[in-house]
T-cell receptor, first 114, second 115 residues
């Protein structure tokens, strides 16, 4: 079975540009969450989607947006990139949005903003 | 609000000796607690989880953790460290009061295992 897949694995962008990161959850999983992991820190919650609806949003500026498609895949968009947006972006999928549900993480997209 | 504090940023042990990674949590509600491991250039993997059942939780690769409500702690232990255990470990708490259950991560503890 395929796990959570994220694309691209690495990318480099210039300040002010826009970027789109993609995530395909495990087959059958309807919940997708996005996390940002800055070097040397633990991941921080950005968004959670369940059944194509936003269920939660972390403390991130409006430059960050996301959506979930009918096939439950998801995109994370970041506009007007700043140097501080350089991080590993992790996608996690789970079978439901309820507590105790194990989240399965992809290997992440490493974004470098120069 | 939920939070976790990992008391050590770096722990170094010799191969074959016990491992102790310390975590304290804060939660307004009955928490779900997890330990995740992150090997270099790999994704996060769940080691174990506590969800209000048994307070001693056994996970993969010989790891276990004990939930102590009176001490608000959820320390991770392993009787004998192996070289392959060298990685970054994260203590994680999740709210249990609603369907919106973002995970709140600690800052991580880097475990080094010396041969």
């Amino acid at each position: 079975d395929a796990g959570v897949t994220q694309s691209p694995t690495h990318l480099i962008k210039t300040r002010g540009q826009q970027v789109t990161l993609r995530c395909s959850p495990i087959s059958g999983h309807k919940s997708v969450s996005w996390y940002q992991q800055v070097l040397g820190q633990g991941p921080q919650f950005i968004f959670q989607y369940y059944e194509k609806e936003e269920r939660g949003r972390g403390n991130f500026p409006d430059r960050f947006s996301a959506r979930q498609f009918p096939n439950y895949s998801s995109e994370l968009n970041v506009n007007a990139l700043l140097l501080g947006d350089s991080a590993l972006y992790l996608c996690a999928s789970s079978s439901s949005d309820r507590r105790n549900t194990e989240a399965f993480f992809g290997q992440g997209t490493r974004l470098t903003v120069v | 609000a939920q939070s976790v504090t990992q008391l050590d940023s770096h722990v170094s042990v010799s191969e074959g000796t016990p491992v102790l990674l310390r975590c304290n949590y804060s939660s307004s509600y009955s928490p779900s607690l997890f330990w995740y491991v992150q090997h270099p250039n790999k994704g996060l993997q769940l080691l174990l989880k506590y969800t209000s059942a048994a307070t001693l939780v056994k996970g993969i690769n010989g790891f276990e953790a004990e939930f102590k409500k009176s001490e608000t702690s959820f320390h991770l232990t392993k009787p004998s460290a192996h070289m392959s255990d060298a990685a970054e470990y994260f203590c994680v708490v999740s709210a249990t009061y609603s369907g919106n259950t973002p995970l709140v991560f600690g800052k991580g503890t880097r475990l080094s295992v010396i041969a």
